[in-house]
C-alpha cells in the first residue's frame, strides 16, 4: 500500500475534537521575588497547558526592573523553553502565559505576556478572558492614531494603560481596567511590582499561593501543587492585589457587581485536582455524573467515559446507577502533529488514531457512553460508531451538562450560535444525528442545583441564554475566527 506523509488528517482530527468541545481559554501565572522565578513559572505554565496550547510565553524583570527579558514562541511549554531559554530570562521576577485564541487569531504576535514601554517604564501583561467592549475602543483609539501590534483584545488594556495619566503602573492599570468590560483575570509585572487582578464578576479563577517566602500567582491550583506552593487563597472579585517588596496590598477600586463565576470550569475546562473558590472540581464532576444518573436512569450494561472529558461523570453515573464502570474506549496520549496516512482510505481512519474501543468490554452489551458536552456532535458520532462496530447491542448517550444553545463571550473560543448542534436541533433531534439508542442531557436545574453547593454566583449562559454581561451590538465576534477557518478548511 503506498503512505502519503501529511499531517493534515491528524489537524482535521485535532479541529474535530475542538468542535465537539467549547476550548480553553488561556492560563495565566507569575513568580514574585524568588530567586528562580523563570524556571518555577516554566512549571506553573507547564501544569496549566491544558488551559492553552497554541503559544506560551515568560517575561522576568532584572536590574531592579528596569529590564525585561522574554521569550514567546508557538508550541507547547515542553516544546518552547529549554534549560538555555530558561537561562536567558533572569531576576527574582517573572509572570507567564499559555494562550489558546479567543480573541485574535492564532499567530507569534499574539502570544503573550504582551510588553510595552510606557513614559512610566516598561510593563507586561498575561491576560486570561474576553472583553466584550474592546472591538468599540480599539476603533475609538485607533481613530486617534492608536497603532496597535496584534489582534489580540488584551492588547488594548496596554494600550489604554499606556494613556492614562495616573501617577504609578498600578493606578494606570485601573484606570484601564475600570474602561473596559468583560472577563479579565492577569497579571501585570512593572518594574519590581507585580499586580495580579480580577474582574469585578469573577468569570475566571485566579489563585494566591506562597513559595519560600515568594508570592505566586496561578490561573489554578493545580499550578501551586507542582510547584510545591502553599494556597493562601483566590483573589476576590473585583480585587487588585499589589506585591511590592514581598508584601501584598489589597484593594477593590471597581464597582461592586455580582458575581458569575464560569460554570463550564467546573464541566470541563479547569484540571480536576484544581480547587475553584474552595471547591474541588473533581468531586463537582462526579456529583454531575449522579444528578444525571437521577435524571436519566437506563437499563444498561456499561458505563463509559468518553476520555478524557467524560471521566469523572461517568465514575459518578456508575456509582449512583450501580453499574460497572469500564474504560471500554482507549485514547493514545501521543498523538503529535504528524503520521503517515494510508492513501487508500481505512474505516474512521481518523478518530481511531486518537480513540479505540476494547471489543471485549463492549460486545454484545448495552453501553451509556458519557461525555461532559456536545457542541458539534462531531468526534462523538464516530465514538457511538465505533462502539457499534465494537459490538455494543444499545449505545446509550448521557451528558453532563445541559444542551449548549449560545457562544461564550468571556474567554472561551465557541462557534457561532448558529453552529452549535443544540440551537438548531432538538434533543430528538441529535440523538439521531449522532446514531445513539437515547439520550439524556443533564437538566439546567440540574446543573443549578449542582452549583448551589458552591456559595458563589455562577455564570451558565451558554447553556440558560442568561448573559451576566451585555455583550452590545458593536461585537462582531473576534474570538471566533479560529473556529470559521477551521469550518471553511473542513466543509
Ligand atoms: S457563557 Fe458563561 S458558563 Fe458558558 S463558557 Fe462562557 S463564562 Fe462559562
Not at 475609538?140 to 494613556?163: H, K, M, N, P, Y
Amino acid at each position: 500500500m503506498s503512505c502519503k506523509f501529511s499531517d493534515e488528517a491528524l489537524q482535521r482530527l485535532a479541529r474535530e475534537h475542538r468542535q465537539d468541545h467549547f476550548h480553553d481559554e488561556c492560563g495565566v501565572f507569575a513568580a514574585h521575588g524568588h530567586p528562580e522565578a523563570a524556571k518555577i513559572t516554566y512549571l506553573g505554565l507547564y501544569a496549566l497547558q491544558h488551559r492553552g496550547q497554541e503559544s506560551c510565553g515568560i517575561v522576568s524583570t532584572a536590574g531592579g526592573g528596569r529590564e525585561h527579558h522574554v521569550h514567546r514562541a508557538m508550541g507547547l511549554v515542553s516544546d518552547v523553553f529549554s534549560e538555555k531559554t530558561l537561562d536567558k530570562l533572569p531576576g527574582r521576577h517573572a509572570i507567564g502565559h499559555v494562550r489558546y485564541s479567543t480573541a485574535g487569531g492564532s499567530q507569534i504576535n499574539n502570544a503573550q505576556p504582551f510588553c510595552a514601554t510606557t513614559d512610566a517604564g516598561p510593563v507586561a501583561i498575561a491576560h486570561n478572558g474576553n472583553l466584550v467592549n474592546a472591538f468599540r475602543i480599539r476603533k475609538e483609539l485607533e481613530s486617534r492614531g492608536a497603532i496597535f501590534s496584534t489582534t489580540a483584545d488584551s492588547e488594548v488594556i496596554a494600550q489604554l494603560l499606556a494613556r492614562s495619566r495616573e501617577r504609578s503602573q498600578e493606578e494606570r492599570l485601573i484606570d484601564a481596567l475600570s474602561r473596559v468590560k468583560g472577563a479579565f483575570s492577569m497579571v501585570m509585572m512593572a518594574g519590581d511590582v507585580l499586580v495580579a487582578v480580577r474582574d469585578p464578576h469573577g468569570f475566571r479563577p485566579l489563585s494566591l499561593g506562597r513559595l519560600e517566602g515568594s508570592w505566586v500567582v496561578a490561573s489554578e491550583t493545580c499550578a501551586l501543587d507542582l510547584i510545591g506552593a502553599t494556597h493562601e487563597r483566590d483573589l476576590e472579585p473585583g480585587e487588585v492585589a499589589v506585591i511590592r517588596r514581598g508584601r501584598l496590598r489589597s484593594l477593590q477600586p471597581f464597582r461592586k457587581e455580582a458575581e458569575h463565576f464560569c460554570i463550564f470550569e467546573y464541566i470541563y475546562f479547569a484540571r480536576p485536582d484544581s480547587n475553584l473558590n474552595g471547591n474541588n472540581v473533581y468531586s463537582f464532576r462526579k456529583e454531575l455524573g449522579r444528578i444525571l444518573a437521577r435524571e436519566h436512569p437506563v437499563a444498561a450494561d456499561v458505563v463509559v467515559p468518553v476520555l478524557d472529558s467524560g471521566n469523572t461523570a461517568a465514575l459518578g453515573y456508575a456509582e449512583e446507577a450501580e453499574i460497572p464502570y469500564e474504560q471500554a474506549l482507549i485514547r493514545n496520549h501521543y498523538v503529535r502533529r504528524t503520521f503517515i496516512e494510508p492513501a487508500q482510505s481505512i474505516r474512521h481512519f481518523g478518530v481511531k488514531v486518537k480513540h479505540n474501543a476494547v471489543k471485549e468490554l463492549v460486545q454484545g452489551k448495552r453501553v451509556i457512553l458519557v461525555d461532559d458536552s456536545i457542541v458539534r456532535g462531531t468526534t462523538l458520532t464516530k465514538i457511538v460508531n465505533m462502539l457499534r462496530a465494537a459490538g455494543a447491542r444499545a449505545v446509550h448517550v448521557r451528558v453532563s451538562s445541559p444542551p449548549t444553545g449560545g457562544p461564550c463571550h468571556y474567554g472561551i473560543d465557541t462557534p457561532t450560535r448558529e453552529e452549535l448542534i443544540a440551537h438548531e436541533h432538538s434533543v430528538d433531534e441529535i440523538r439521531e444525528l449522532i446514531g445513539a439508542d437515547s439520550l439524556g442531557y443533564l437538566s439546567l436545574n440540574g446543573l443549578r442545583h449542582c452549583g448551589e453547593t458552591l456559595k458563589h454566583g455562577s455564570c451558565d449562559a451558554c447553556f440558560s441564554n442568561e448573559y451576566p454581561v451585555a455583550i452590545g451590538d458593536e461585537e462582531p465576534r473576534p474570538q471566533l475566527s479560529l473556529f470559521r477557518s477551521v469550518e471553511a478548511e473542513d466543509d
